[in-house]
């Protein structure tokens, strides 16, 4: 299983572009991976290969209409399943309360 917390947004199409991470969003939640939506980023569980595959889903509806796209991705691959929640939740009792998140 893999974390992979990815931004992918285009360039040259103005100052805002979360029109652009709507539509990745609608992709994100329509694949049925666990994800996590941040200020910066998205992190989605899963199979290298399904996660990979809704990534490059995201890059080629976005580049229908954007000929210059930024993504940065990191990955996180370790043995096991509900990570997304299991890693804040580690770190919040090391810390003793709830943290925002």
Do not use: N, Q
């Given at each position: 299983m893999i974390l992979a917390d990815f931004s992918m947004y285009?360039?040259?199409k103005?100052?805002?572009?979360?029109?652009y991470v709507a539509r990745t969003?609608?992709?994100?939640?329509?694949s049925g991976?666990?994800?996590?939506?941040?200020?910066?980023?998205?992190?989605?569980?899963?199979?290298w290969d399904q996660v990979m595959s809704?990534?490059?889903?995201?890059y080629e509806d976005l580049?229908?209409?954007c000929p210059r796209i930024?993504?940065?991705?990191?990955?996180?691959?370790?043995?096991?399943?509900?990570?997304l929640e299991k890693k804040i939740e580690s770190v919040q009792a090391?810390?003793?309360?709830?943290?925002?998140?």
């Open positions: 285009p360039l040259g103005g100052e805002s572009v979360s029109e969003l609608k992709i994100i939640d329509g991976l666990p994800y996590k939506l941040g200020p910066m980023g998205t992190t989605i569980e899963g199979e809704v990534i490059t889903k995201c580049h229908r209409d930024e993504c940065t991705i990191r990955i996180d691959a370790r043995e096991g399943t509900g990570r090391k810390v003793g309360r709830k943290l925002r998140t």
